[in-house]
């Protein structure tokens, strides 16, 4: 069983920057893809983006594209999300989710498993 751990939340001034982490364990099969997803207060949870774990395609939300990017350590399994230019409605519990197939990959109820979720404040 993959276990995926995030890590790298925080507390940050607007238009400043922070990089999330999500490491899996458990075994060598990551997975087809891997993706971040956010939850707001009061809001329900959608998609940031994702990344194929083997090829490497990525795939953003129209709010963060430019701002925010995937990538992944395939020695390390380990997913990565680099934030800029960050913003108070940037504010939300961010988790990190891993899917078995393909497609799909802003549809929350298509990922296999998921992780506990971290922290990120961005204050105005």
């Known amino acids: 069983q993959v276990q995926l751990v995030e890590s790298g939340g925080g507390l940050v001034q607007a238009g400043g920057s922070l990089r999330l982490a999500c490491a899996a364990s458990?075994?060598?099969?990551?997975?087809?893809?891997m993706g971040w997803f956010r939850q707001a207060p009061g809001k329900e949870r959608e998609f940031v983006a994702a990344?194929?774990?083997?090829?490497?395609?990525?795939y953003y939300a129209d709010s963060v594209k430019d701002r925010f990017t995937i990538s992944r350590d395939q020695a390390k399994y380990t997913v990565y999300l680099q934030m800029t230019s960050l913003k108070p409605e940037d504010t939300a519990v961010y988790y990190c989710?891993?899917?078995?197939?393909?497609?799909?990959?802003?549809?929350?109820?298509?990922?296999?498993?998921w992780g506990q979720g971290t922290q990120v404040t961005v204050s105005s």
């Open positions: 989710a891993a899917k078995d197939w393909s497609n799909n990959y802003s549809v929350e109820a298509r990922y296999d498993r």
């Open positions: 990344i194929t774990w083997s090829s490497g395609i990525t």
């Open positions: 458990g075994r060598t099969f990551v997975g087809y893809a």
